[in-house]
């Protein structure tokens, strides 16, 4: 009963967002309920696809998924090169140390930084809710 009432909240989210209009830089297609978004990477997103409005190639929502941004906007909040370096040690499996987003489904990626003392290695300054330690030790 549970799967058919979410079944069919599925279809008429579908629905819904197939008969608006998108914003600016945004088309309607098919796409993953887990969208590339500004300083956010999302580990693991196992939500189903929906027909909506997604951001146009070249274009990101921005964090608060008010509006798509050109991808350029995201990077230039970054010094050079540390969007991406930060992007790939995050999902580094081999990176020799834990970080929040090796247990959590998202990043926020605006509390990561490298590491001062060490260039090689990031810091996670994410606050991780008590509930969520008790749960993974």
Known sequence: MLFLS??????FNSYAYAHSECGANQELT???ACPPRCQIAYKM??????????CKKGFIWNFELTECIPERECEDKWE????QFILDQVFNENRGYTISCDRMAVCDLSQIE????DKTKIIDHT????????SYP
């Open 6 to 11: 979410f079944s069919i909240f599925l279809l």
């Open 30 to 32: 098919m796409g993953g």
């Open 45 to 54: 997103c196992i939500l189903p696809a929906y027909y909506r409005c997604y």
């Open 80 to 83: 050079k090169g540390e969007h």
């Open 114 to 117: 490298r590491d001062p003392n």
């Open 127 to 134: 606050p991780i809710p008590n509930r969520f330690i008790e």
